[in-house]
């Protein structure tokens, strides 16, 4: 099922949870396992939606934000 390599696109992520899918219609993957794997592919999406949603609004204030997938998370500021 899952390659040993990492995800490293969203194309790949499709591929993968497709290649779950037909293994769940064969049998070779167990419910269970596929909804656990739909659950976490559904907050990267989540995840991505989010900073594309940033980068909207950076484009509407007219600044210039980290990187895609380097946004930091919580309170960088205080250590």
Known sequence: ??????IKT???????LADTIAKVISGEVDVEKASTMHKLAKNIS????????????EKEIGSTLPAMGSLPLGDVGSD
Do not use: C
């Open 1 to 6: 099922m899952l390659k040993k390599e990492t």
């Open 10 to 16: 969203t194309g790949q992520l499709r591929e993968v």
């Open 46 to 57: 989540d995840s991505l939606y989010s900073e594309t949603k940033i980068r909207m609004f």
